[in-house]
Antibody
Framework: EVQLLESGGGLVQPGGSLRLSCAASGLTFSSYAMSWVRQAPGKGLEWVSCITGNGGNTNYAGSVKGRFTISRDNSRDTLYLQLNSLRAEDTAVYYC?????????????WGQGTMVTVSS | QMTQSPSTLSASVGDRVTITCRASQSISGLLAWYQQIPGKAPNLLIYKASSLESGVPSRFSGSGSGTEFTLTISSLQPDDFATYYCQQYNSYPLTFGGGTKVEIK
């Protein structure tokens, strides 16, 4: 069974940092591009960032570019998101999501999400 | 930019429901639809505008091309009361519509 399990969320002060992790199982992790998608409380979905299967290419939403960094360790089947210079508007549930197929950024598998709260 | 309508829809079990998603420019049919139940992660229903994801009931269908797309639920079931999102994956940044909440009438 394919499973994605996020961790690393929590309460952080404005300007602080966090690192989120997403552990994958049941799939050939390195074969798939992965994304982070977030959802602020009571709001819609917002794509944050993605990374190719080999980690060679990344993309970011304008709202996080320069502050967040996506990476992956295919030897550990784990995706990461480093969140720096956090702002109140970054408060959200962060989901990791798997591309359905090579070059197809529709997400057929999602984790359960990890909550990030930015507040003093 | 993806614009969904309506933002809220009230319907009864058995109703035929249609949700529209408009893109600000052509997205070459690279559109997905998701269902999200409160407190849960989204679930992929449709990809490439009209392809049904494995395991998704056949009452869900997608259509459209260019900049206008629709999700249709042919006969609404109790499990279908949820929020639905479209998403384009033609170009970065990937973008979602604002969502359509399907409520019980």
């Amino acid at each position: 069974e394919v499973q994605l399990l996020e961790s690393g969320g929590g309460l952080v002060q404005p300007g602080g940092s966090l690192r989120l992790s997403c552990a994958a199982s049941g799939l050939t992790f390195s074969s798939y591009a992965m994304s982070w998608v977030r959802q602020a409380p009571g709001k819609g979905l917002e794509w944050v960032s993605c990374i190719t299967g080999n980690g060679g290419n990344t993309n970011y939403a304008g709202s996080v570019k320069g502050r967040f960094t996506i990476s992956r360790d295919n030897s550990r089947d784990t995706l990461y998101l480093q969140l720096n210079s956090l702002r109140a508007e970054d408060t959200a549930v962060y989901y990791c999501a798997k591309d359905r197929n090579y070059g197809e950024d529709a997400f057929d598998m999602w984790g359960q999400g990890t909550m990030v709260t930015v507040s003093s | 930019q993806m614009t969904q309508s309506p933002s809220t829809l009230s319907a009864s079990v058995g109703d035929r429901v249609t949700i529209t998603c408009r893109a600000s420019q052509s997205i070459s049919g690279l559109l997905a639809w998701y269902q999200q139940i409160p407190g849960k992660a989204p679930n992929l229903l449709i990809y490439k505008a009209s392809s049904l994801e494995s395991g998704v009931p056949s009452r869900f269908s997608g259509s459209g091309s260019g900049t206008e797309f629709t999700l249709t639920i042919s006969s609404l079931q109790p499990d279908d009361f949820a929020t639905y999102y479209c998403q384009q994956y033609n170009s970065y940044p990937l973008t979602f519509g604002g969502g359509t909440k399907v409520e019980i009438k």
